[in-house]
């Protein structure tokens, strides 16, 4: 099975303008994002609506793709770089460009997911250690997720802590009970990728503000793959000043 990636990545943001390019210890995020990502794929691509990024992209030597100013999501940005590559891949890989140290094994653990046949989407998930701030835990920008032990394929994705552990005093619940953080990168078959870019929002989505709510809500199947590694998305600036701290100490 072959696989291609495609890093969705716009210049404009509400909190954080021009985030792609920001300089991480002598690199620009995206770049970083497209370099860690060539560990474990064979063709990469930067998906962008703006020339600077592109630009960026193919001056350190990565490959970049202009696509539309409208698309409503990454997905639709990514699928639409896919097309225009004209690649042959099978599976359709969704990074994320605002994680620039993305570890190539996360990469690896989405890619043995079509291991099976079957499956349509896959993404990842960490479980929280049981040891972690209990409150942190119930922050709405950490998407949770619950999934079959059956199938390993997706029940729900919350903003909110899932399951509610009834009878359970709630400094308890990390000791008590398996829950896991949702890690936003996905892959798709090519041809499912093609029909999600057509599907109307639904009311979980809107509910939530979680894509991925949308696919669940008209049938499709996400499987679930374990990961223990840990990103760091960058979001703000002060994520950005997190971000180079983790690097500078992991590179004395």
Not at 20 to 49: F, N
Not at 72 to 79: E, F, I, L, Q
Not at 168 to 183: A, C, G, M, R, T
Request: hydrophobic share 35%; with cysteine.
């Amino acid at each position: 099975m072959k696989f291609v990636g495609i890093i969705p990545a716009r210049y404009g943001s509400s909190r954080f303008e021009g985030k792609p390019l920001v300089d991480i210890c002598g690199k620009p995020m995206v770049v970083r994002v497209y370099e860690q990502s060539m560990q474990a794929l064979d063709e990469v691509y930067v998906a962008t609506d703006d020339q600077r990024i592109y630009d960026v992209v193919c001056s350190h030597g990565g490959k970049a793709i202009m696509t539309s100013t409208h698309h409503r999501s990454g997905t639709d940005r990514c699928y639409e770089a896919y097309c225009l590559s004209g690649s042959d891949a099978d599976v359709v890989i969704n990074i994320q460009g605002d994680e620039p140290f993305i570890q190539p094994i996360q990469i690896e653990t989405l890619k043995q997911c079509f291991d099976t046949p079957s499956v349509q989407i896959a993404t990842l998930c960490r479980r929280v250690d049981e040891n972690a701030d209990f409150e942190s835990i119930f922050d709405a920008n950490k998407v949770k997720v619950v999934y079959s032990e059956v199938t390993g394929e997706a029940l729900y994705f919350s903003r909110s802590l899932i399951p509610y552990l009834r009878g359970v005093n709630h400094e308890q619940w990390l000791k008590s009970f398996p829950y896991y953080i949702h890690i936003g990168m996905y892959a798709y078959h090519a041809d499912v990728l093609a029909d999600l870019t057509r599907l109307p929002q639904g009311r979980l989505e809107i509910a939530e503000s979680l894509e991925q709510l949308r696919w669940l809500e008209h049938g499709y199947r996400i499987k679930i793959g374990q990961t223990d590694v840990s990103t760091i998305g960058i979001d703000t600036p002060d994520d950005l000043a997190t971000a180079i701290a983790w690097w500078q100490n992991h590179h004395k």
